[in-house]
């Protein structure tokens, strides 16, 4: 029985994880957390019976102890309680489905704990990355990548030797607004903005993969992963999501994960790794798949890609620069505060003011994001 620990189960990756869970008997959660969604909470829990329910704020989890106050369950809330269900003693595997900078604080303790990751917070890597992987080799933790792009990628690497990569093959769908130029994003909504043409994902991460922000940060991310020179890593456009990713290695060979895009794939393969097992999805019909197209991404109007690989590149606080103004101008665009192609104007705005830290610890990586957020609230 492997038992799991959930961060951020009411959100899409975690959701979708509960799912996988449905499916498996010989799988077992034992905690689970949200940000705000009482109800989802109250109603995860009395499915699946964990030890322990967090949720941030403390009035709601005063009101989830009333609503739970029938079961065995203890509810915690805070920073605190997000590392208490991290470092569950019972937990094997700790899945961070959280968005955002608050992952990275609970992902050090469970690494610390000895648990291993079902990482599905690429904000973790990409700004603490140089904390993170060292951590986990030093506590012989495994790091088992949830990101579709990523899980195809490991499962390529398999029974390879890291000196043979030539080159990792990031794929991107590019989004909803692939083929459009500069003034064609020029006002445009929300709801195109959510609008993916594949995947079905929270509303943080589509506009991220509209921006192709998404992309820089799995770009980041996959540097961490799989200890390679960002100039070692390209991304494809391939529009129908069937290529997952790719590696290249120096003889030559290509080896792609191909797969219908379903984010369950990726969730069983990091939690029942090393086994496969059945899913209950629609397998790819190669009598109807007649091609799979590629194309470059376009730079100039999806800024958000270049500039991340030039954070990645600067290196040092520069990630978390990135990211932060990233995530408020996001959360702006998403209250409709800003326009689309503001996104990339807070996140150059900030990138250019900033001047670079050194391998940064976890205090000045968070003092940082605060920097950005404080700047950009002040110019509002």
């Not at 403390?58 to 102890?65: G, I, K, S, V």
């Not at 509209?210 to 980041?220: D, I, Q, S």
């Not at 020179?229 to 030559?252: A, F, N, T």
């Not at 192609?341 to 000045?364: F, K, Q, S």
Request: hydrophobic content about 45%; proline content about 4%; some cysteine.
């Amino acid at each position: 029985m492997k038992k799991i620990a959930i961060l951020g189960s009411t959100g899409s990756i975690g959701t979708q994880s509960l799912d996988v869970v449905r499916h498996h008997e010989d799988l077992q959660v034992v905690a689970i957390s949200a940000g705000k969604n009482v109800s989802l909470l109250e109603q995860q829990a009395r499915e699946f019976h964990p030890d322990l329910v967090a949720i941030w704020d403390e009035q709601d989890a005063a009101d989830l102890r009333v609503k739970l106050s029938d079961l065995k369950i203890r509810v915690v809330s805070g920073m605190e309680g997000m590392i208490e269900l991290a470092t569950h003693p019972d937990a094997d595997i700790v899945v961070t489905a959280i968005v955002g900078m608050i992952g990275i604080r609970p992902t050090l303790e469970a690494i610390k704990a000895g648990k291993d990751i079902a990482l599905a917070n690429k904000e973790t890597l990409v700004t603490a990355g140089h904390l993170v992987m060292p951590l986990a080799r030093e506590k012989g933790v495994q790091i088992l990548p949830v990101d579709s792009e990523h899980c195809a990628i490991f499962q390529c690497l398999q029974g390879s030797a890291h000196k043979d990569i030539y080159k990792l093959l990031i794929t991107a769908s590019g989004g909803p607004f692939r083929g459009k130029k500069r003034a064609d994003l020029e006002g445009v909504t929300v709801k195109q903005a959510l609008a993916h043409p594949n995947w079905s994902m929270g509303a943080k991460i589509t506009i991220d993969s509209a921006t192709l922000v998404n992309k820089g940060l799995e770009v980041m991310e996959a540097r961490w992963l799989f200890d390679v020179d960002l100039d070692d890593i390209q991304v494809v456009v391939q529009p129908k999501s069937i290529i997952h990713s790719m590696v290249e290695y120096r003889d030559g060979a290509v080896i792609a994960q191909l797969a219908p895009p379903d984010m369950r794939m990726a969730i069983q393969y990091a939690l029942k790794y090393p086994e496969r097992c059945d899913m209950d999805l629609p397998h790819l019909d190669f009598t109807q798949l007649r091609e799979i197209v590629f194309d470059v991404p376009d730079y100039d109007t999806f800024r958000g890609l270049p500039m991340a690989i030039e954070a990645g590149k600067t290196g040092g606080s520069m990630p978390v620069v990135f990211n932060a103004a990233n995530e408020w101008a996001n959360a702006a665009f998403l209250r409709e505060q800003i326009q689309f192609l503001d996104i990339y104007d807070r996140i150059a705005d900030c990138m250019a003011r900033h001047t670079v830290i050194g391998n940064p610890d976890l205090e000045t990586i968070l003092a940082t994001e605060q920097e950005v957020y404080a700047y950009l609230n002040s110019r509002a």
